[in-house]
């Protein structure tokens, strides 16, 4: 079999991963992977699939903002839809018996819908620089922006993803021979150079957007509390999004970090002598971020826990339907969680806004409130 020759000539591999386990690992160490992995992806698609089914069955949920944090759900269910479930499998076997069209499938899927989740937390912090900071002023995001930005997003995976089926690097069986991935071993300066291509577009840059927008976010609000002599509006808006931000830089770091290092450590030095079981902790680290994700940026969110609470429990619906008929009902019921800190945060004067340029995001403005209920089925 030609696809099996080509498998075992990568310098990783000294068995046939396709027909048996790789030597010297006990198979409870299997064992474990495969509970692991089922815990995992279970959580993850009942968190993910949670997501979806309460943004179908609330309209008030479905807003541009809310578009991406959709989509990233979307991605993390596929991700372990995929990977997760085939990973479970292949650990309880003991080695990858799906065979090789498989593998390449199940690389390619993983690392597609990996790296869609991946840029979704990058486009998701530009979308809340977008509105709390209004870089171009009166400009505001709009549906069409935010379906924009998902096309960006589905491209810009697929452009980077696609080519080591077409040859440039391929997907072959990970180092415990139970998981496929890019070849991170590749001696050849070919694959070299789309690993490093691939590190810089789907690590590095959507990193430093992250860093970038969340930055000019929180040097923004710290510039509207000092200007309103650190008021109690101005000072719970900073905190907020201090503590939201910080979260969710870590929980990308926890997430991405250790499988880039991995990435880029094996493609520098391919002949580094790694414990199959140390070599497997990468790839489930980024698996789990389909776990946290969910929790950070969407039951987080409070308008989301209502829309939940009304959901399961049906306990706060009549409280809804009565204020949402009064015009003092507050932001973050009407409008997305970021829009609520941007509406919350005082309007500046006319001499405060000659200090702050376009590109040093904008005075904020009351943002308009949707006609729709708060939790409209």
């Known amino acids: 079999d030609c696809s099996n020759t080509s498998v075992l000539r990568t310098p990783m591999l000294k068995w046939d991963p396709f027909n048996k386990p790789i030597p010297n690992v006990e198979p409870w160490n299997f064992t474990v992977l495969a509970v692991l992995m089922f815990v995992v992806t279970a959580l993850s698609l009942s968190e993910n699939f949670l997501v979806m089914f309460v943004t179908f069955r609330f309209k008030q949920l479905r807003q541009p903002l809310n578009y ?63 509105v709390i900071c209004r870089p171009l002023g009166n400009i505001r995001l709009q549906a069409k922006h935010a379906i924009l930005g998902l096309l960006f997003v589905w491209t810009f995976s697929f452009v980077w993803t696609f080519p080591p089926v077409l040859g440039w690097n391929r997907y072959t069986v990970s180092k415990i021979g139970t998981t496929c991935e890019p070849d991170w071993y590749s001696t050849t300066n070919k694959d070299h150079s789309y690993i490093i291509t691939f590190f810089a577009t789907c690590f590095i840059l959507p990193l430093g957007v992250i860093f970038f927008c969340y930055g000019k976010l929180l040097r923004k609000l710290r510039k509207v509390s000092v200007s309103h002599g650190r008021l109690a509006t101005a000072r719970k808006p900073e905190r907020q999004v201090t503590r939201m931000v910080i979260v969710m830089i870590v929980a990308f770091m926890v997430g991405w970090t250790p499988y880039a290092v991995f990435s880029i450590l094996v493609t520098i030095h391919p002949t580094i002598e790694l414990d199959p079981r140390l070599a497997s902790i990468p790839a489930f680290f980024s698996k789990t971020a389909a776990v946290y994700n969910p929790i950070i940026y969407v039951f987080m969110n409070k308008q989301f826990r209502k829309c939940l609470i009304q959901l399961f429990t049906g306990s706060i619906s009549d409280n809804f339907n009565q204020t949402s008929e009064r015009p003092g009902i507050t932001a973050e019921s009407q409008t997305g969680e970021m829009s609520a800190i941007a509406a919350r945060i005082p309007v500046g004067t006319s001499s405060q806004k000659s200090d702050d340029s376009p590109t040093e995001c904008g005075s904020f403005a009351q943002l308009p409130i949707p006609e729709n209920k708060v939790c409209p089925m």
């Open 68 to 130: 991406i944090i959709v989509n990233l759900a979307i991605a993390d269910f596929l991700v372990s839809l995929t990977g997760g479930l085939i990973s479970f499998l292949t650990n309880s076997r003991g080695y990858f018996f799906l065979g090789h069209w498989a593998c390449v499938l199940e690389g390619f899927a993983v690392t597609f819908f990996g790296i869609v989740a991946l840029w979704s937390l990058a486009v998701l912090s530009f979308e809340r620089f977008f």
